[in-house]
């Protein structure tokens, strides 16, 4: 079966920066898009980020543009969000999510950020 597992996140101070990586298994990593999705307490669930199955494309949540990258690595069934200049905003659940016209999109269990000094 597909699973989806977020690692990466964690505690941080306004200002740092942390990596959270998704690791596929049981699908054809390399035929989906990829995105990244985050929600808040009490607010709903929000895009951050996604790139084009083979990578060549990304785009970006306003509120993340210029501080968050997203990249996938298909031979090891990855896909990274760095995220830098971290705000207390951002504090969240992460989580990956598979796209492929035609096919069932796929959650990760999620990983939690916080943004607190």
């Known amino acids: 079966q597909v699973q989806l597992v977020e690692s990466g996140g964690g505690l941080v101070q306004p200002g740092g920066s942390l990596r959270l990586s998704c690791a596929a298994s049981?699908?054809?990593?390399?035929?989906?898009?990829m995105r990244w999705f985050r929600r808040a307490p009490g607010k709903e669930r929000e895009f951050v980020a996604g790139?084009?199955?083979?990578?060549?494309?990304?785009n970006y949540a306003d509120s993340v543009k210029g501080r968050f990258t997203i990249s996938r690595d298909n031979a090891k069934n990855t896909v990274y969000l760095q995220m830098n200049s971290l705000k207390p905003e951002d504090t969240a659940m992460y989580y990956c999510?598979?796209?492929?016209?035609?096919?069932?999109?796929?959650w990760g269990q999620g990983t939690q950020v916080t943004v607190s000094s």
């Open positions: 999510n598979t796209w492929r016209s035609g096919h069932l999109d796929y």
């Open positions: 049981g699908l054809t990593f390399s035929m989906y898009v």
């Open positions: 790139i084009t199955s083979a990578g060549g494309t990304t």
